[in-house]
């Protein structure tokens, strides 16, 4: 079958702006090389007398021989003076650990954590990791943390610390003023002990738990629909109808990478292949998320339209369950008809569907938990007996402590994990109200927005410096363990509490204690020690015991109020904005982290920027384009931010992203963007992410940097997918060429005897998250090169992800004149995510064209590129058909440029010892992880067995939420990759061009209709 | 306390005459022999005891005085823990004292060798200060040698003898002018006046310089000289094979790996499992030199270079405590391999099975290590070509890579480059 959808990267291409036409008719160079001034007439015609340039050749003569003449430097080699019996010098040391609920390993090196990776036996991410714990290892040598605690601006000890805060409470206590603590989810048990046994020493003392991205109103509504106040965990991978409404399950909400999991193992090559089926997957969402680019069918809907959407699909499902229906305002037909085919699918899969918003609307919350009970889902899909402990803030709390506050009753007050100054709505309140308080402490580890404000800031340990635990699920507990002695006069929170009560208990002993006579009894185990060890080894421990068999739930709730409710909600007139937590950046607390920085946005390519997206149709009316500043206006705040055109972005509607703007993150983080969170508003007690702005254009414009344009695709058949119908009737479909492919060839074969590397990507399963480009940064020391030089399209990356768009109205005629009919189009667009690295080609167009042989093919089918023997002509550049070829234009490390953290010793430390550091003027590329090769190989050989499957695997298919990434030995005909490389949906990317990819692609399947 | 004791216990035993003592003691034991006793000491106690010093056990100077019943101290160092049972309270006394660390039965002595080693023992003992000194004095002249090192003396020496031989050349060169000038002149030919010469010293330069196929053969000589010596010193920048810096410590492969054959593997374990055969720890070291303090060497006193371990890792040999302040010893790296190089050991020592010498040299009989082996890609390549992999044969791993070089190469055999060995990304990545 042919393929006749057209595919484009960005508006750019699709409209073959001039810029963008100019700037791609140049090849290798986006930008103009300076030769011209270097080569004009002038320069050319002007005589160089003779004695100039025997002066200029002397000297050069003279300046290489002397530089020649350096003696060679003395190195240094310490050895420890007391080895620890675990580590050897030159091989990894492992560790599990938990960072931001994801249960992970932390590789060592002589010491020092320098990569994360998921843990593979953890029965709640699998082995799966986010990019924003994988850059959390970065955080670590962050050389703008503070590096002893503070007090009143000025540095001091921790004694002092202790003594001026237990003076000041005990002052708290005697005035009878109150005490709070305000505290991110921590979903610790011990550090939850430590805080008990506070305010039990305190009784004026209260915690009050605060998310900046809160999910209170699921919590809120369990309490209000079934008197369980919590949240829920979720399985997707018992589902065969997902339903999400503006829940970025894939890439923020609660636990994505989890979440992601699960939901591919409805959607992977092999669940593709056992059962000849997938699950569906309906959307409906205001901004293009990476779920919405995942969904089978995506509906545009307004945040306004969010709630009555719920309402009707709950009315439909309600007239087919007997219950009865609410009244709401009505929907537009074409919406209404796709809430009923929606309603259609779930209620033919019953007890296998799952319903979830991203709303942080009581009401809304309370008439999901309807419809799921009406699905039957409770038991089988969501699970509250069970439950998720990642978030548990409560936003009501927040307002109490604001009027405590500002009434003067509080007489100190403790931030630890939060940072309300930046991320509360109502930030000025909240700062006046602190005025007020007498003592305030942060336990931030940097001077941020609040700790600014604070008397004592006692700066806590960085997560891979820490004891600790938590509890992310009902009987899942989870192991923090250091990996590295702290690297600043940094001291863990629970200390300073720990010391105000007379047992003086470090807190490791703490956390050690409290597992033997809390958690160890409840486990069944026979032995503390061997299940703390095996605890410590595997990364956690299920106390089956707390395990509890999900039960079904019925609602049976008066819907009334909850219909006046959303009423009200959707009762709004103006352009509406969405505020959402972008995947690479979250809730903004790693803000300072160039690897997060610079890891383009997995929709719109953007990097080291906020922007507003904006829809083509407003943008259209309101004359704007891409990088135009706008204002945005809510009420007495206003931001002004470059607008980037969004397809897929609801019209009538903007999106900001959170988590950006931050003042006082550190040198790299500080200033980009603006802060979104003053636009949250509050409904039904909640923080709600959505409200009605006003948006002007200030006629200014502002540069961003993007990598979606960054070479074109002309038009080449490279994605290709098919339908969940056409699979089944022929697995092959969609992925044949669809152009003649006559295969002459000009080279050799080259023997591959031993092993032959290669790689599948399934891209039916890639989310598009950039987890693989973060951990290959980890792995491969990319260089971090800043906002400028991508502008100049010379990010480093060696892993991207192209995202394509497509049109979906039925019959929009595609012709290169006229792409789409109506400006509405854009609103309905169905995206493909294609991760694009080195494809290691057999018959590689790099290779023939290196004059000093510095691309090499080896014997296991790998394209080798030699840094040392590299003179940089870039001729492989720009005969790299798949445009994977990185150029060092500069020494990114040490470079007072590049401020990055290459630039100093510290942030060095991050630094992979077995790969090398390139230098300018060399040319790199991804290595399939050679270093892992090699390493994978050494350890079969010393063992002296064959080289089993999945030993070795490179860095991206090694972090992989999605286990999209597969690589191994295709040699090996039982190998995962060489059976994935057989499946029908395989196809290469530009074939026809005989090139020989050793990187094969398994088509995208589309569970819908056409 | 103990030292306290010892302390003045010394200071009485100088007071008194050493002939006194040992005429005092001459009737105890039988047939001393020191020269014996040393061999006997030597043998069997000096790897817990020293004579001036604690080590695992008591210093042995003055052991008689402290002993009541000398006949029990023979019976003591036969058969220890029988004397303790026994119940003589200055035994038990010791052995508390000493943590109750078992001393070992020493039942094959007879009582006069026990005579003999207690003897040399109260030799050794009251040699003390001559014998200081002497070292001192030895320590002084072995300075003062080495300080100087090539003597400026011995240059001067040189460059005068040098200017005297030059000297008398270019005499015996006039000398022989001369003598021609007057052989030809006795022929008869005609000769141009010396003072027309003396004008003109060079005047057979001269006449070189105006022949044209000698300046010509001269120049290209020149030109040749030139780019032979610039190439050969041109290929020599970076390499610097023999290269052999000064350590911190005087450690000498020569002694550890040569002479007690220790296995590289002991000290250098990460060879075997790791890229790097890394430099063994300080505590390593402590193994054995927590005991081996080479005091025989120094009259009594601890070996410099190991007091330097000691001092690292803030050791105090008398207490047998580590304190709190340890330095780490900064070695100085022998072989520089460039970064952009990945040399993996346990490959090579493990998997391969080669002699660490192959590459590092008769590291056993180097007093102090240098770099045998030039470490260049050309010296690397060579070996990949040229060894066999014999190795492959019993390794798994290799089986599938074996089958393809028989298919292919029937009969030839497989060395390192056959399987990819010469490959880029083999060592640079």
Aim: hydrophobic content about 40%; aromatic content about 8%.
């Amino acid at each position: 079958m042919e393929n006749t959808t057209k595919y484009w990267k960005g508006l750019e291409e699709l409209e073959q702006s001039p810029a963008f036409v100019e700037a791609n008719s140049r090849g290798e160079f986006a930008e103009e090389l300076p030769v011209e001034n270097l080569l004009n007439d002038s320069v050319l015609e002007s005589s160089t007398p003779r004695r100039n340039f025997l002066k200029a050749m002397g000297f050069g003569m003279g300046a290489v021989t002397l530089a020649a003449c350096n003696r060679t430097p003395v190195h240094k080699s310490i050895p420890y003076l007391v080895k620890p019996e675990e580590i050897t010098p030159g091989v990894a040391t492992y560790y599990t650990t938990t960072i931001k609920g994801e249960q992970v390993l932390v590789k060592t090196r002589e010491g020092r954590p320098i990569k994360i990776e998921g843990n593979k036996l953890s029965p709640i991410t699998k082995g799966g990791v986010s990019s924003r714990v994988q850059a959390s290892v970065l955080d670590l040598y962050d050389n703008g943390r503070l590096a002893e605690p503070m007090m009143n601006g000025a540095a001091t000890t921790w004694e002092n610390v202790d003594a001026a805060t237990k003076e000041a409470l005990s002052t708290a206590a005697s005035n009878s003023k109150q005490i709070r603590v305000l505290a991110a989810s921590m979903a610790s048990p011990s550090t939850q002990a430590v805080l008990d046994q506070f305010v039990a020493m305190y009784p004026n003392s209260k915690v009050i738990t605060y998310d900046a991205v809160s999910n209170s109103a699921i919590i809120n509504a369990h309490k209000n629909s079934f008197d369980k106040a919590v949240l829920p965990s979720y399985n997707f991978a018992n589902a065969d109808v997902i339903v999400g409404f503006n829940a970025d399950f894939l890439g923020t909400w609660i636990s994505p990478v989890e979440f992601t999991k699960q939901y591919v193992s409805k959607r992977n090559a092999n669940y593709l292949r056992e059962n000849r089926n997938m699950s569906k997957h309906v959307q409906f969402e205001t901004s293009l998320s990476i779920t919405g680019t995942k969904a089978d069918n995506r509906v545009v809907i307004k945040p306004s339209q969010e709630g009555l959407a719920i309402a009707h699909l709950y009315n439909a499902l309600a007239s087919a369950n007997g219950a009865s229906s609410i009244k709401v305002a009505d929907l537009p037909a074409d919406k209404m008809e796709q809430i009923i085919a929606t309603a259609n699918l779930l209620n033919s899969a019953k007890g296998a569907s799952i319903v979830v918003s991203g709303s942080n609307d009581v009401s809304v919350q309370i008439l999901v938990n309807a419809i799921n009970s009406l699905l039957g889902n409770y038991g089988k899909t969501v699970d509250i007996d069970n439950v998720s402990f990642v978030k548990q803030g409560n936003e009501a709390e927040i307002n109490e402590l604001i009027a405590e506050m500002s009434k003067g009753e509080v007489g100190a007050v403790m931030f630890y994990g939060t940072n309300p100054i930046y991320t509360l709505p109502k930030a000025a309140e909240f700062k006046a109200a602190l005025a007020k308080v007498p003592f305030t402490l942060s336990f931030a580890d940097r001077v941020d927005e609040t700790a600014a404000l604070c008397t004592v800031i006692a700066p806590d340990n960085h997560v891979l410096e820490s004891w600790n635990d938590a509890m992310l699920q009902s009987g899942h507990y989870s192991i923090v363990q250091p990996t590295i002695a702290p690297v600043y006069n940094t001291r863990q929170a629970q200390a300073l509490f720990l010391n105000l009560g007379t047992s003086g208990m470090n807190y490791y002993d703490f956390v050690v204690a409290n597992w033997k006579n809390v958690i160890y009894p409840k486990s069944g185990a026979s032995n503390f020690t061997s299940f703390w060890n095996k605890a410590l080894q595997e990364g956690f421990a299920t106390v089956a015991s707390q395990v509890q068999t999900p039960k079904s739930y019925s609602f049976n709730k008066d819907l009334n109020q909850v219909a006046d409710s959303i009423n009200r909600a959707s009762n709004v007139n103006g352009t509406e904005l969405f505020l959402y937590e972008s995947v690479n950046m979250g809730d903004g607390a790693s803000a300072n982290n160039p690897w997060l920085l610079e890891l383009p946005d997995p929709i719109s390519k953007v990097t080291w920027d906020n922007y507003v997206a904006i829809s083509k149709k407003q943008a259209v009316e309101l004359g704007i384009q891409d990088e135009d500043v706008v204002e945005v206006k809510a009420g007495n705040y206003s931001i002004t931010l470059p607008a980037v055109i969004q397809p897929g972005q609801a019209n009538g509607t903007i999106s900001i992203a959170l988590g950006w703007g931050r003042t006082a993150a550190g040198k790299a983080g500080n200033d980009i963007g603006k802060n979104a969170y003053p636009f949250i508003v509050e409904v039904n007690g909640s923080h709600h992410f959505a409200t009605v702005v006003e948006i002007t254009k200030t006629g200014e414009t502002y540069p961003i940097a993007r990598t979606q344009i960054h070479g074109s695709i002309e038009g080449r058949d490279i994605v290709r997918e098919t339908t969940l119908s056409n699979y089944k009737e022929d697995p092959a479909s969609g992925s044949q060429s669809s152009t003649n492919i006559h295969m002459y060839d000009l080279w050799d074969e080259h023997r591959k005897d031993g092993h032959h590397w290669g790689m599948a990507i399934d891209m039916n399963a890639c989310t598009g998250c950039g987890a693989c480009i973060t951990s290959c940064n980890a792995e491969n020391n990319v260089a971090v090169v800043g906002k400028t030089e991508v502008r100049r399209r010379r990010e480093m990356h060696w892993i991207r992800i192209d995202r394509y768009y497509t049109f979906n109205a039925e019959g929009t005629s595609t012709s290169k004149e006229k792409e789409y009919n109506k400006l509405e189009d854009f609103e309905n667009i169905s995206v493909v995510h294609q991760p694009m690295m080195c494809q290691h080609c057999d018959h590689a167009s790099c290779e023939t064209v290196c004059p000093v042989l510095a691309s090499m093919h080896s014997s296991e089918g790998l394209n080798q590129q030699v840094y040392n023997r590299c003179v940089g002509t870039r001729y492989c550049a720009n005969n790299c058909a798949y445009k994977v070829r990185r150029f060092n234009w500069f020494n990114y490390a040490d470079n007072n440029e590049f401020d990055f953290h290459m630039n100093n010793d510290l942030g060095k430390m991050v630094l992979n010892p077995d790969v090398t550091v390139r230098s300018r003027g060399v040319m790199e590329k991804c290595t399939f992880c050679v270093q892992r090769i090699q390493a994978g190989k050494l350890q079969a050989r010393t063992e002296g067995k064959p080289l089993a499957d999945g030993v070795v695997e490179t860095a991206c298919a090694n972090a992989c939420p999605a286990n999209a990434i597969t690589f191994g030995d295709i040699n090996d005909p039982n190998s995962k990759v060489s059976q994935l490389l057989k499946n029908e949906r395989t196809y290469y990317v530009l074939e026809e061009i005989n090139t020989q990819p050793g990187v094969g692609y398994l088509t995208v399947v589309r569970n819908n209709k056409a | 306390m103990f030292k306290n004791a010892l302390l003045n216990f010394k200071k009485t035993a100088l007071k008194s005459s050493i002939l006194m003592v040992a005429v005092l003691f001459a009737g105890i034991v039988q047939a001393q022999d020191p020269a014996e006793g040393e061999t006997l000491f030597k043998q069997n106690c000096t790897s817990c005891h020293a004579v001036k010093r604690k080590v695992v056990g008591p210093a042995l100077a003055g052991v008689q005085e402290r002993w009541a019943d000398k006949a029990l101290l023979v019976k003591f160092i036969q058969n220890s823990q029988a004397v303790i049972n026994g119940g003589d309270a200055y035994s038990k006394e010791l052995y508390a004292k000493y943590n109750n660390t078992v001393m070992p039965a020493h039942a094959f002595l007879s009582d006069a060798q026990v005579g003999s080693i207690l003897a040399y023992v109260d030799v050794e003992a009251n040699k003390v200060e001559e014998v200081t000194a002497d070292a001192g004095k030895a320590g002084e002249g072995a300075g003062s040698s080495e300080d100087g090192g090539i003597s400026a003396t011995s240059i001067w020496t040189l460059i005068l003898v040098i200017a005297i031989l030059f000297g008398i050349i270019l005499v015996m060169n006039r000398v022989i002018g001369t003598l021609e000038r007057l052989i030809l002149q006795k022929n008869g030919v005609e000769i141009t006046p010396e003072i027309e010469q003396r004008g003109e010293p060079f005047a057979g330069l001269k006449q070189l310089a105006n022949n044209k196929r000698f300046v010509l053969i001269a120049s290209i000589l020149f030109v040749i000289t030139l780019a032979v010596l610039g190439y050969q010193d041109l290929m020599k920048i970076g390499i610097d094979q023999g290269y052999q810096p000064k350590q911190p410590i005087a450690f000498s492969h020569e002694i550890h790996a040569g002479q007690y054959k220790i296995n590289c593997q002991y000290c250098h374990s990460g060879a075997y499992k790791s890229k790097s055969a890394s430099i063994p720890s300080a505590n390593v070291c402590m193994n054995c030199h927590k005991y081996v303090q080479a005091t025989e060497k120094y009259n009594g006193n601890i070996s410099p270079e190991i007091s330097k371990i000691y001092a690292a890792l803030d050791y105090n040999p008398e207490t047998q405590a580590y304190g709190n302040n340890p330095k780490p010893i900064e070695w100085v790296r022998v072989h520089n391999l460039q970064d952009f190089v990945y040399f993996p050991h346990s490959q090579h020592v493990k998997v391969a099975g080669i002699e660490c010498q192959k590459c590092h040299g008769p590291v056993q009989e180097m007093k102090e290590v240098y770099q045998f082996a030039p470490l260049t890609m050309g010296w690397c390549i060579n070996c990949h070509q040229e060894t066999q992999m014999d190795h492959a044969k019993d390794n798994a791993y290799y089986a599938r890579l074996i089958k393809a070089h028989e298919a292919l190469k029937k009969g030839e055999s497989m060395t390192v480059s056959n399987i990819g060995g010469l490959e880029c990304v083999k060592c640079h990545y």
